[in-house]
């Protein structure tokens, strides 16, 4: 399985940014898809996940009520989108797929596979 991560860019704090994963496979039975970021000098972290069917959802805690999570599951596509950014924000984004299941899909070795990654740039 690709994945393949669009949407990054650089942007002002306040702003939005919307990133696009798009799989080349049926995504229906992945138990969950997720995405994760990694800045530099830190390790990566799961920041938004969603289970298979769509409705239970995870956020970490410092993107909670700004980032939101979706996976259309007949287009075999996450997004994520990304509300009043701030520069803290700032890391490359990554979208990753829990193909065997885990049920852990709030940490980074419950994935089995990721995308190559899209910059995210928020300046003050």
């Known amino acids: 399985v690709q994945l393949v991560e669009t949407g990054g860019g650089s942007v002002q704090a306040g702003d939005s940014l919307t990133l696009s994963c798009a799989a080349s496979a049926s995504i229906s039975r992945y138990y969950a898809m997720g995405w994760a970021r990694q800045a530099p000098g830190k390790e990566r972290e799961v920041v938004a996940a969603?289970?298979?069917?769509?409705?239970?959802?995870w956020y970490a805690g410092s993107v909670e009520g700004r980032f939101t999570i979706t996976r259309d599951n007949t287009k075999n596509t996450a997004t994520l989108q990304m509300n009043n950014l701030r520069p803290e924000d700032t890391a490359v984004y990554y979208c990753a797929a829990e193909v065997d299941y885990r049920g852990t899909y709030t940490q980074t070795d419950s994935y089995d596979y990721w995308g190559q990654g899209t910059q995210v740039t928020v300046s003050s």
């Open positions: 969603v289970r298979a069917s769509g409705g239970n959802r």
